[in-house]
């Protein structure tokens, strides 16, 4: 079933709040005053967060990355897509790099690995887009896109995705680009995009007053896990958004209602440059 | 009509040459900017989806150019298709980064930057800096130049590829050579009319 159907199983009237319903439903219940980042994931692990990264793998066993719940691999022959498990691990050491950010924050969350690295350049955006579209249907909270396109063909598909994604309460975060180009899915609104700051701190988010990039996250000098249970030192916005991922597997760890926008507005709230650093 | 064809000859095999040097320029800026061992432009050739080495400055040499790999193929074919720059140092440690594509260069390095080479909303090829003096912390001022180096070294590469395919076609690889030359050999009248149906063509594609 595509993942766009789900609209059509709202009950109807789907577009309207009738007053009866009261005022209180939308927020959780002990959303604060003053959103701190102690209300926001102090003492939390990431337990019961299920995380996907959509990258070149995740390599099995790998001491910084721990348990990987399962991992598949996007593959391309002719027109034809496949999406299957897949025991190769990690292809580039990137997604291995990724997940170990993700669980360097979140120690306790659930890992899941989708590879659309592999299928060749020409493979690439189908590839990534059958992944992404197989992550929105497993329902993962959060997904990790380290990773953009130019191709505008893919454009309208992509932005369709991301907007099933953020209506089924999974979170979309996104590398933004660092360079002066057009791709995505990062300018969409729908994600949380994120590019780098130089703070070594992992748990410092600084907002960006002017988007499209929303968020800054550490991306600078990071010591990542990489192939062959190494560890290396690397930089990029491929590696701020993990840090990201990290986090709002913390908040919605702790805060299993939230929303995508609800947690964007946790994230920006506790952001370095908007008071948030409590 | 053939004096024109020779001119755009000359043109074109000129211009080939210089965007060559004008990308082999670029590479030779990015290790001298990086005080790198070696710096790299890989082509991606789309019908064989590989990465091709164009340029190298450096470690390795003149000798790697013409190479070729699998376009997904290490950090260079995660570059390519993600569209991401990074950079990462201590690959030694790792036992197998990119062991077949580095090997078959008889060169492993320590530290890579790499950055995809985009023109549009086209990915042409990816930028390599290798083994920069790991003395000082990489800053985001440096990501910055080398995403500027990047664009560059594209827009070098886009206007090889350019010269390239406007050679080919001059040396009858395409319907428009064929074309053209039916027309250098036609006589006055017939030439007359098929420039006006090449303009009428002209309005068409506007």
């Known amino acids: 079933m595509s993942v766009l159907a789900h609209e059509s199983e709202e009950e109807l009237p789907a577009w309207s709040f009738p007053t009866s319903a009261g005022e209180s439903s939308l927020l959780p ?79 306790e969350c659930e890992l899941t690995s989708v590879r659309v690295l592999g299928a060749g350049y020409t493979g690439s955006a189908p590839v990534l887009l059958a992944g992404l579209e197989w992550a929105i249907e497993q329902g993962f909270e959060i997904i990790n896109m380290s990773l953009s396109t130019t191709k505008k063909q893919y454009v309208d598909r992509l932005h369709e995705l991301a907007d099933a994604a953020y209506f089924k309460r999974t979170l979309l975060i996104a590398s933004a680009h660092n360079m002066p180009v057009e791709s995505f899915p990062w300018r969409f609104a729908a994600v949380i995009s994120v590019g780098s700051h130089e703070a070594p701190d992992p748990f410092v988010v600084y907002a960006n007053p002017r988007p499209p990039v929303e968020f800054f996250a550490r991306g600078l000098n990071v010591d990542v896990a990489w192939l062959g249970g190494a560890t290396i030192n690397a930089t990029g916005n491929s590696f701020a958004t993990p840090h990201v991922a990290g986090i709002c597997a913390l908040i919605l760890g702790k805060h299993r209602d939230l929303t995508p926008f609800q947690v964007k507005s946790v994230l920006h709230l506790t952001a370095l440059n908007v008071g948030g650093g409590a | ?143 910055d130049l080398l995403g500027l180096l990047g664009n560059q070294a594209a827009i070098a590469l886009d206007l090889l590829q350019r010269a390239r395919r406007a050679r080919a076609a001059l040396n009858g690889e395409g319907e428009l050579a064929r074309f053209a030359a039916r027309l250098e050999h036609a006589s006055e009248e017939r030439q007359a009319a098929g420039l006006d149906l090449l303009r009428a063509l002209e309005e068409l594609l506007d």
């Open chain 1, 29 to 107: 219940s002990d959303w604060p005053d003053r959103v701190t980042r102690e209300w926001a994931w102090g003492g939390a692990t990431g337990a019961g967060v299920r995380v996907c990264v959509l990258d070149s793998g995740i390599e099995l066993d790998h001491p910084l990355v721990g348990t990987v719940e399962r991992s598949v691999a996007v593959s391309k022959d002719g027109s034809e897509i496949t999406i299957a498990d897949d025991t190769a691990g990690d292809l580039c050491g990137h997604g291995t790099a990724c997940a170990g950010i993700i669980r360097s924050l979140a120690p």
């Open chain 2, 1 to 143: 009509m053939t004096d024109l064809r020779a001119a755009v000859a000359a043109g074109v095999l000129g211009v080939e040459e210089g965007y060559r040097a004008l990308l082999r320029a670029t590479v030779d800026v990015a290790r001298a900017i990086f005080h790198a061992k070696a710096s790299s432009v890989f082509l991606l050739d789309e019908d064989a989806d590989e990465l091709v080495f164009e340029a190298v400055a450096g470690g390795g040499s003149e000798s790697l150019v013409g190479r070729r790999f699998p376009s997904s193929t290490g950090v260079a074919g995660w570059v390519l298709v993600t569209r991401q720059p990074l950079v990462i140092d201590d690959l030694a440690q790792d036992a197998r980064f990119s062991r077949d594509a580095a090997e078959s260069t008889g060169y492993v390095p320590r530290s890579l930057m790499a950055v995809p080479l985009l023109v549009e909303d086209r990915v042409l090829g990816v930028l390599e800096v290798l083994d920069r003096p790991n003395v000082e912390p990489f800053t985001l001022a440096e990501m």
